[in-house]
């Protein structure tokens, strides 16, 4: 079974700090996304990192993928109240493949921006 | 532009009541489409997948099932619900060979009473 693992489960922080997330895995995955949710709605795609060691930046938000492939990461600088919600993180195997296509989803990281 | 609805937004329903949850994508074709289910606003668990027209894959044995009427729309059924069946249901599309992101619709919130 090939898991996602997302560290913090739970965070809380003050508007203005920074901070990062993590999805680990102990499998190679071809591609990683980031999802953010907020209640009552589904999760809204932030990003989509394919390759080893990529950086993808969105406004205050950075992403990267590891140089294996098997972990990524979310900075969130300055963090708003707007940015509170439930990271997630969803990979595609690497040995999966065709168009019967099935991502294995972190169970997230909860953040909480107060302002 | 690609877009997916699905509805009811929220659903009350009776212990050993029927269910019919509906999901159609807009703007693309052939997609593969999805049922997740996410408990306590965590982690998702596919329930089914569909590839093409009348073809469904179950993920875990349960009280529900799937159909795939039509290219582009996807029906959550069950002829008697349980308790246990109560929560945020989402449907999600993707196209198999141009990447591998997942979109995902606005959700249905299920209470079984």
């Known amino acids: 079974t090939q898991l996602l693992e997302q560290s913090p489960q739970f965070l809380s922080i003050q508007e203005g700090e920074n901070l990062t997330v993590y999805c680990n895995s102990s499998?190679?995955?071809?591609?990683l996304q980031w999802y953010r949710q907020e209640p009552g709605e589904g999760p809204v795609l932030l990003v989509t990192v394919v390759t080893g060691g990529e950086v993808k930046k969105l406004k205050r938000l950075t992403f990267q993928f590891g140089d294996a492939r098997k972990d990524s990461s979310l900075h969130i600088t300055a963090a708003q109240p707007g940015d509170t919600g439930l990271y997630l993180c969803?990979?595609?195997?690497?040995?999966?493949?065709?168009?019967?296509?099935?991502?294995?989803f972190g169970k997230g990281t909860l953040l909480t921006v107060n302002p | 532009s690609q877009t997916i609805h699905q509805w009811p937004a929220t659903l009350v329903q009776p212990v050993g009541s029927p269910l019919s949850l509906e999901c159609t994508v807009e703007g693309t074709s052939n997609p593969n489409l999805y049922w997740y289910r996410q408990a306590a606003g965590r982690g998702l668990q596919l329930l089914f997948y569909s590839v093409g027209i009348g073809q469904i894959s179950s993920e875990v044995p349960q009280n529900l099932s799937a159909s795939r009427p039509q290219d582009r729309q996807f029906i959550l059924s069950s002829k008697k619900l349980l308790l246990s069946d109560s929560g945020f249901y989402l449907c999600?599309?993707?196209?198999?060979?141009?990447?591998?992101?997942?979109?995902f619709g606005e959700g249905s919130w299920l209470t079984v009473v």
């Open positions: 969803a990979g595609a195997p690497a040995n999966s493949g065709g168009s019967n296509y099935k991502l294995t």
């Open positions: 999600a599309w993707n196209i198999g060979l141009s990447g591998n992101t997942i979109y």
């Open positions: 499998s190679v995955f071809s591609s």
